[in-house]
């Protein structure tokens, strides 16, 4: 279970570790740590969080748009459109990543299919107009 004072301790090491990173003041760590749903807080420990800020420092493409404990969530989940998917659950090869923390273990280059979580695709067909809100039958 991932402790509170932890998941806050690591974000503010991160805001003092690299330059860009805004300090969180009480309010926005009190806010960033009702945020994570319970079944991540239940998920993780403080061993994936750790791991997730190391991923986040090693990152050279970082996601600056982000907020740090979201972009942090990144590197433990699967994700969809660039944001965590708690329903999809972990990536299926967190502990070999883990078990390298000092190496950047960079997103899978393929997306995850829409019902096929545990499956990366590199099918484009497969995955075609799954970024469509709607799409209008021929001839109407």
Sequence with gaps: MLD??????TLQGIAETLPFAKQ????????????????AKRELGNAH????????????????????FLALLRYLYRCENGQPNYAWGLKPDLAERMARPDVFHPQPAAPYLRGEPDQPSGDAAAI????????LPEGA
């Design 4 to 9: 509170q004072q932890h998941f806050l301790r």
């Design 49 to 68: 969080w750790t791991y997730a800020a190391g991923q986040y420092v090693l990152d050279p493409e970082r996601p600056r748009e982000l907020p740090v």
């Design 128 to 135: 075609e107009g799954l970024n469509r809100l709607f799409q």
């Design 24 to 39: 969180l003041g009480a309010a926005g760590a009190l806010l960033a740590w009702q945020t994570v749903p319970a079944q």
